[in-house]
């Protein structure tokens, strides 16, 4: 017999010994982060950057597959007990001797999640990840000449790949709205002194924002250069639409952090994906009734809210709860309860 | 049932009332619900897992006496942890909003021979949707015992006393009986309906699983204990199902403890629906450790108001409930467990004879009944 299929039998010998629970169970009390678990990581520092934006030093996995710069990675973090996931860029680079990976978090008015890692967030602590991913990366074959247009927390992919490909020629323009607020100042400042970067610091505070149609004064040959641009909407969609206008566009490599915003109101366009039904509601019918109006077969149990027997996930868009008004938006992982749920926008159900 | 209806001083007005004021409670604990709940959730499932693998560990050893009896005291405390405090309360929902994929009501399976998904319907939907109404919750009596004089005596109800040992000895069993109707479901007709065989089958396996984890597996790796670890398991077992059934009775059987008809739940109000589960359920009085050790069912009234509210938090509404049953003079039926036990099982010898034609209990007749 292979040692395959031997350690097949003796896994499945395994599970007959901690029926109804899996081995995994158990092994994750000792080693969560071993070969063959969920992939997770162990926090192991968090070291601030600037006043509200901080590097956490992250353990991952033996599963861990590596990563390209510039790409990001999903975690789940888990807020006030609630397990939350976001994707943040990763800043180490790729070949980091100790295997350690970085993600560097600036919190968000409101952000949940970001705020809970710059400012709360221990070593010690277990998150879940995602393998990387992510098309902002850089080409094998070296570019001649290299933009980096970036503003705000944009930097942090592109730090990533920074620090881990030399370019004969590379030129940044940042924005950020003060002197302090330039995230890893001093790392750009180093790479300046060395001569790897030529740098153009924009203090959007004293400065203004960057006007796009005025970044050949800055920059010259910025059209000749292959470019990386990460921050905000505004600047990304200038930046396509210049880039656009004088036929290089394939030159330009954008990177969007947020996603559209969830706008709450009352009821919305309801899309069953599953079963490719989309119908309109209201803001009062659960949406277990608004399944069942239109033919969706749902699960359904005592419709009102106390058997749990009708949960389903909720892919995209934002949902009521009719009994607190509480409002919850779509994230991974998200289930809701359909009979006391009701469609707070435009909402996507797994059914 | 009494003769008496114990909320017949409350008006409509009333009863809502006390429905506003359950909610403000529960909204209470859900605005507060965080981190320390889901640490105590974590931390009483890691225990419990530690508890068990020690606890086999010791029994592959069990040939020596000492090893034998701390192997199943720990077994059978890991055992009554795992359908108590863990399974029966992640069941319910009550820990879904930590949306951890591992702690959750749709992926929890646990250490019995009922399906999760199947008790989940007959549980969390039946029972606690029609707590204590006649004919339409079927944990009234589990369908083979008579437990309310308004319920018609047969014969076959003499040897309920029987049946309810017998009950309690395989308790989980017992269970998954009920969850698939089997008494129902028997009929031949009945028996060849896809949908009963698909579950039934699902009985099946998860007891195929459990027989051959408890009675096979463990005993087989113990080697030349094989026969104490089997005798272990089997004790643990035991142990764990007199307790749950003992748990289980306490919660809607003991003296005091009301039961509905199936018409008065008709257009029922979220007050009204309140105040079923008020008058149809019981406590235990006792210690932190009694509560624990209950799955917090200890607090079965608490519970039936707000079942999806994490467990650990019901010590903490019960205050405030308590207050609730005082402010609108209802009676808060609660007791030390061997006192509540024992109510139980009076009741079930007792009903196991004939009783009188019960006494209507609607106000109308009331007055005639005091008039007379």
Same mark, same amino acid.
């Given at each position: 017999m292979t040692s395959v299929a031997l350690r097949s039998r003796a896994w499945k010998l395994l599970e007959m010994v901690t029926t109804p629970l899996v081995p995994s169970d158990y092994l994750d009390l000792v080693?969560?982060?071993?070969?063959?678990?969920?992939l997770r990581g162990r926090i192991e520092a968090v070291r601030p950057e600037t006043g509200d934006a901080a590097t956490i030093v992250i353990r991952p996995g033996r599963g861990w597959r590596g990563h390209t710069a510039g790409q990001y990675v999903r975690v789940g973090v888990d807020v006030d007990g609630v397990r939350l996931w976001r994707a943040y860029s990763l800043?180490?680079?790729? %070949?980091r001797r100790d295997g350690r990976i970085t993600i560097t978090v600036k919190a968000i008015p409101d952000g949940k999640v970001s705020n809970h890692l710059v400012r709360r967030a221990t070593p010690g602590t277990l998150i879940q990840l995602d393998q990387a991913t992510g098309d902002f990366v850089l080409p094998e074959a070296k570019p001649a000449k290299v933009l980096y247009l970036t503003a705000g927390s944009g930097i942090t992919p592109v730090m990533g790949m920074l620090r881990d490909t030399d370019f004969d020629d590379v030129v940044m323009v940042h924005s950020a709205?003060?002197?302090?607020?330039?995230?890893f100042r001093d790392d750009l400042h180093a790479l300046v002194a060395d001569k790897k970067l030529r740098l153009t610091e924009l203090h959007t505070d004293t400065?203004?924002?960057? %006007?796009i149609a005025r970044l050949g004064d800055l920059v010259p040959d910025w059209a000749e250069r292959e470019t990386w641009a990460c921050g905000p909407a505004g600047l990304l969609d200038a930046a396509e639409e210049h880039w656009t206008e004088h036929g290089v566009r394939e030159r330009l490599h954008t990177e969007r952090f947020r996603p559209t915003v969830v706008a709450t109101g009352d009821g919305g366009e309801v899309t069953f994906s599953t079963t490719g039904t989309t119908v309109d509601a209201d803001g009062a019918t659960p949406l277990l009734d608004v399944g069942e109006e239109a033919g969706v077969l749902m699960p359904s149990g005592?419709?009102?809210?106390?058997?749990?027997?009708?949960v389903t996930p909720l892919k995209a868009g934002a949902v009521r709860?009719?009994?607190?008004g509480e409002i919850t938006e779509a994230e991974p992982g998200v289930l809701i309860q359909t009979c006391v749920s009701a469609a707070a926008g435009p909402c996507d159900i797994e059914r | 049932m009494t003769a008496i209806d114990p909320t017949a001083h409350l008006t409509a007005e009333q009863i809502e009332e006390l429905g506003r004021e359950l909610d403000a409670i529960r909204d209470e604990v859900i605005a507060s619900r965080g981190e320390k709940d889901a640490a105590y959730i974590r931390k009483v499932i890691s225990a419990q897992r530690k508890l068990e693998l020690v606890s086999r560990g010791v029994l592959l050893f069990s040939i020596f006496p000492p090893a034998w009896l701390i192997g199943t005291a720990g077994l059978s405390v890991a055992k009554i942890m795992d359908n108590m405090e863990i399974g029966h309360n992640i069941l319910h929902g009550q820990?879904?909003?930590?949306? %951890?994929p591992k702690i959750h009501s749709t992926t929890w399976e646990w250490d019995?021979?009922?399906p999760a998904d199947q008790w989940k319907h007959s549980h969390n939907e039946l029972h606690h949707t029609y707590t204590n109404v006649i004919g339409k %919750?079927?944990?009234?009596?589990?369908?083979?015992?008579?437990?309310?004089?308004d319920q018609k005596w047969h014969?076959?109800?003499?040897g309920q006393p029987m049946w309810n040992f017998i009950n309690a000895c395989f308790f989980e069993y017992g269970i998954a009986a009920y969850d698939l109707e089997l008494g129902k479901n028997l009929h031949k007709r009945r028996r060849k309906n896809p949908e009963f065989r698909a579950r039934a089958r699902a009985v099946g396996r998860k007891i195929r699983k459990q027989v051959l984890k408890d009675y096979v597996i463990h005993p087989l790796l113990s080697g030349p204990s094989f026969l104490p670890t089997l005798a272990a398991t089997f004790t643990a077992n035991l142990v764990r199902n007199l307790w749950s059934h003992s748990v289980i009775m306490c919660g809607h059987f003991p003296e005091g403890v009301q039961v509905f008809e199936?018409?008065?739940?008709?257009?029922?109000?979220r007050g009204q629906w309140y105040l079923r589960q008020m008058m149809g359920s019981a406590n235990i009085s006792g210690s932190k450790a009694m509560h624990f050790m209950t799955g917090n069912l200890s607090h079965q009234i608490e519970h039936h108001l707000f079942?999806?509210?994490?467990?650990?938090r019901y010590a903490e509404v019960a205050v405030k409930v308590r207050a609730l049953f005082e402010k609108y003079e209802l009676e808060y039926v609660t007791g030390p467990l061997p006192k509540q036990v024992f109510s139980a099982w009076r009741k079930v010898v007792r009903l196991s004879l004939p009783n009188k034609k019960p006494k209507v209990r609607t106000p109308d007749r009331e007055q005639e009944l005091v008039a007379a």
């Open positions: 080693s969560p982060l071993r070969a063959g678990a969920d800043t180490s680079p790729t %070949d709205p003060r002197p302090h607020d330039v995230i400065d203004g924002m960057l %006007d005592c419709r009102m809210g106390i058997c749990f027997g009708c709860d009719l009994r607190t | 820990w879904d909003w930590m949306r %951890d019995h021979v009922s %919750d079927n944990d009234l009596g589990y369908g083979i015992m008579r437990v309310d004089e014969p076959f109800h003499l199936r018409r008065s739940i008709k257009g029922e109000t079942p999806d509210l994490p467990s650990n």
